[in-house]
């Protein structure tokens, strides 16, 4: 019943800003922490950062950490991954996810996923 669906997704260069967002239904959005990962080809699903039910509480993988900023509006049920200094290597199809449970940082964490957006960073 819930549905994940992100958007702004693009192409940029190298050194520039792309905001996504991913916009939750189905159930009550407040109840759930959510995340944000990427994968690029040949690679693993990748933590990118997560974000509380409350939102007081952010947590960042060490590559992103200072450059991405997640942000969530509950009265909306949005969630938002600002990315500034855009590097090639964060080049991936970036997907949010919820959970009902505890936050993590690996992908079995999340029960919900969305169908993810494609960002390009050219250098």
């Known amino acids: 019943q819930v549905q994940l669906v992100e958007s702004g997704g693009g192409s940029v260069q190298a050194g520039g800003s792309l905001r996504l967002s991913c916009v939750f239904s189905g159930r009550a959005f407040s109840n759930y922490g959510m995340g944000w990962f990427r994968q690029a080809p040949g690679k693993e699903r990748e933590f990118v950062g997560n974000?509380?039910?409350?939102?007081?509480?952010?947590s960042y993988a060490d590559s992103v950490e200072g450059r991405f900023t997640i942000v969530r509006n509950n009265a909306r049920n949005t969630v938002s991954l600002q990315m500034n200094s855009l590097r090639p290597e964060d080049t991936a199809v970036y997907y949010c996810?919820?959970?009902?449970?505890?936050?993590?940082?690996?992908?079995?964490?999340?029960?919900?996923w969305g169908q993810g957006t494609q960002v390009t960073v050219s250098s």
């Open positions: 996810a919820a959970t009902s449970g505890l936050l993590g940082t690996t992908a079995a964490s999340y029960a919900y």
């Open positions: 974000i509380m039910w409350s939102g007081q509480g952010t």
